[in-house]
């Protein structure tokens, strides 16, 4: 189609996509320079609170933030560089912790202990969901065609349950005396607390993560199984080829795209993690990127957010997804070249 | 034979039905206010038994629509700097009204108080420099509660220190009578972060120094980390999870013997739909720390709007009156413990009247840098129940993390 047509066409979608992508993403990159504060002044005030018995009245010298004419508080914005990400990358606290020799100082610093997990988080959960993926759409291939319907049904099942209503639900299944808890202290004759300790709440957020998105992999190599030529199978077969074989020298070359496809969106939605953390309020043990950003933005009693920092952490974890996705992207780009010759 | 005649007549039975049942749904809605309402009100507050309770008998004067949401300190600050405000009654606590206190978004009520609030106890008013900024209606705060029968059985005395609580827990878990001596609401985040700070208090600690310097890298401070870890090893190990819902439970489903909980807890003890140990659980005084209670003293109560007009305003007073009367009062007595005239302590508010009169001191909330520092502890004192951390090391990274929260908005 000509160049207007086309124009056209993905016209509308670029317009959203800058819009609600790009120019957020814009105002974030900027945020992260700025911080706003209030002016604040310093009063002397008397504060009375109540009691059964009558009142208590305090005296004391607060800073309490200026109100401007408008009556709004007054609120100046400063360019601070790059002392936002100073801030969550916490550098000299990571100087001292090296100078120590001590991998646990290192991983007590918020940013560092949020980044270890979110990696071993995406690079655990990612070889299992393709495995678990390729292995559901290969039984789905092969079952009876009656009962495929209600099979491919059940499989996606999984993926359709919100993921705070999932990570909730592994929550009560397991915490204090949850049924499955409980069940494993009576086959192991022993006590057992899931949520006492970072290794085993790492465990059960990372099964929960591959249940919950090994059925799009596997509907998507489902689709990618209709696809296989018929021919090259049957070759395979009259060579003698064995499943193994066939699976590794027919199937898989064919499903390679999908693959990379579902790597892609999986690392993508991986280093996101964030329902987990939060449905299973694992903030003592355990801490993702995308939870720092949100407790940086949760306001405190004051009404105080720390939104410099939280976009300097939002940046961060944009350039964690892009260095991650470049290997896989570079591999994308040369086998396109290739087939373009 | 003839059905249209027939639907007709079921009609007519309906509408007049209709019309009676409308007619004297309205002649009752009047019957709880001494007035009638004709501005539109909106108010926005917390969710719980004793905000609901006023809600209610704040409705019965017509044209007021509340909203309760848990949610609602985050909401209230925007929603009252909005002008005209999006609503015109908010109910807050010590700890909330600080924003609003701050941005001016709610107004001095002396001449509004001085007109019709003659039914105010002087305990009621709060002021800031001299003006009445809020209506207080209850108090609250954690205190002891212990199960009697468990103590009695074991001849173990009611603790009044932590000390106490721990030697008890020591006895109690040598028997299997319940899963876990104690329960905490020691759940990372503002929870943790409210156990130190009552503990902190209760020890004679100060928080800040010169100019919102953070002070609690100090003798107090180490000894309140270590008062709480010997009180975490007779605890279910999955503490770091668990908020006040979570060991209420735990206290209805008999699983735990003594524990520092909300005053506002009390009544579910004795809920007999929930609870398996109905009448057993009695409550007492805060246990004490080297100086006061090892808890703080927080009100709930109403503030009004700054941005509405004064006939507005005007009506909100009258309704917000009415709502937290003495006939609502004697008809949810237990829903709170009340600062209302009317209200007769049970058993269920012993706890915190006590906790109050032993000096429990209140939540410093006006302190500004308070904010960052209950974060701040929220987020860095689980590193030391785990072992991560010494206590040094600990409250030294809590400082830090605070002099940057603080130091980014401006405080320091």
Known sequence: ?341 | MCPIRQESNLMTIKKIATTIAISLISSSVWAGCAFENNIELKSLSNSFDAMKAVTESMAECGNVTSVLDVDFKDKQPEAFAANPSLYQIGGVSNGTMVPLLNAGTIRPLDDLVAKYGSQLKPSQLIKVNGEIMAIAMMVNNQHLMYREDVLSEFRIAVPTTHAEMVAAAAIIAKYDVVDYPIGGTYKAGWNLGEEFINNYLGNGGAFFGEGNAPSINNATGVATLNTMKSLTEHMDPEYLVSDSTYVQQQFQQGKIAMATLWATRAGAMDNAEESEVVGKVIMASAPMGSARPASTNWWDGIVFATNMTDEQADAAFRVAMEGIDTEMVLANNDDAVWLIDGYVAGSAAAGAIATADNGAAPYPSSSPGMGAMHTALGNGIAAFLTGEKDAATALADIEAAYTISATESGLM
């Open chain 1, 1 to 341: 189609m000509n160049q207007k047509t086309f124009l056209a066409f993905i016209g509308p979608s670029v317009l959203m996509m800058v819009l609600f992508i790009a120019l957020p993403l814009a105002t974030v990159l900027k945020q992260s320079f700025y911080v706003t504060q209030p002016v604040y002044q310093t009063l002397e005030v008397e504060t009375c609170t109540p009691t059964f018995t009558g009142q208590v009245c305090l005296k004391e010298i607060k800073t309490i933030p200026t109100i401007g004419d408008n009556g709004k508080v007054i609120k100046q914005t400063s360019f601070v560089g790059f002392v936002n990400y100073q801030n969550v990358l916490e550098l000299p606290r990571v100087i001292k912790a090296f100078a120590n020799n001590s991998w646990r100082q290192f991983m007590v610093i918020d940013f560092w202990k949020a980044l270890r997990f979110t990696l071993s988080f995406t690079l655990v959960t990612l070889p299992l969901v393709l495995f678990f993926g390729l292995i559901i759409a290969l039984c789905i291939n092969n079952v009876a065609k009656s009962i495929r319907g209600p099979v491919i049904f059940v499989s996606l099942l999984p993926m359709i349950i919100t993921p705070v209503i999932g990570a909730l639900s592994i929550r009560w299944l397991f915490i204090g005396d949850g049924i499955l808890t409980s069940f494993l202290e009576w086959w192991l004759v022993r006590d057992i607390s899931m949520f006492a300790q970072a290794w085993t709440i790492e465990l059960m957020m990372m099964f929960y993560r591959v249940w919950h998105v090994a059925p799009f992999a596997a509907i998507v190599f489902y689709a990618g199984l209709q696809t296989v030529n018929q021919d090259t199978v049957e070759s395979a077969i009259i060579d003698g080829a064995s499943r193994w074989q066939k699976l590794r020298y027919v199937i898989l070359p064919h499903l390679m795209p999908l693959i990379v496809f579902v790597t892609l969106i999986h690392l993508m939605d991986a280093y996101r993690v964030f329902e987990e953390v939060v449905g299973f309020s694992s903030q003592a043990h355990v801490i993702s990127l995308q939870w720092l950003t949100y407790d940086f933005l949760t306001s405190d009693l004051m009404g105080n957010r720390s939104i410099g920092r939280a976009s300097a952490s939002s940046m961060l974890t944009m350039i964690g997804i892009v260095l991650l996705l470049i290997p896989v992207l570079r591999g994308v780009w040369t086998d396109y070249k290739g087939k373009r010759l």
